[in-house]
């Protein structure tokens, strides 16, 4: 089943950010394994506190696989880089559904 990670944070190191970026990308095998389905950097909150303003929804062929890859050690290498360059994060792993006919 189709699952989806869904990353949201606000940027406050632009630089370190980008470190991050560079590494994600491979590290997550975006392309070939994950798809990127959404990066909005001025995200809208309206309902709740604390989220941030850029959220990033990434699409797996199932949650055990982006489990994989997100607990690879290429991508743990590079994870901190986006943590530390980041505020509000907070990341949640769903699965998604097929709608009945």
Same mark, same amino acid.
């Given at each position: 089943?189709?699952?989806?990670?869904?990353?949201?944070?606000?940027?406050?190191?632009?630089?370190?950010?980008?470190?991050?970026?560079?590494? +994600?990308?491979? +590290?997550?095998?975006?392309?070939?394994?994950?798809?990127?389905?959404?990066?909005?950097?001025?995200?809208?909150?309206?309902?709740?506190?604390?989220?941030?303003?850029?959220?990033?929804?990434?699409?797996?062929?199932?949650?055990?696989?982006?489990?994989?890859?997100?607990?690879?050690?290429?991508?743990?290498?590079?994870?901190?880089?986006?943590?530390? +360059?980041?505020?509000?994060?907070?990341?949640?792993?769903?699965?998604?559904?097929?709608?009945?006919?």
């Amino acid at each position: 089943m189709t699952a989806y990670l869904i990353v949201n944070y606000s940027v406050a190191d632009p630089d370190l950010y980008k470190t991050y970026q560079k590494g +994600a990308g491979p +590290a997550l095998k975006i392309g070939s394994e994950c798809k990127v389905l959404v990066l909005d950097p001025k995200s809208e909150v309206v309902e709740g506190e604390g989220a941030g303003h850029q959220t990033v929804v990434l699409e797996f062929e199932s949650k055990e696989r982006a489990k994989e890859l997100y607990e690879s050690g290429e991508y743990q290498e590079v994870l901190p880089h986006r943590l530390n +360059a980041t505020t509000n994060h907070f990341a949640v792993l769903v699965d998604g559904f097929v709608m009945p006919s």
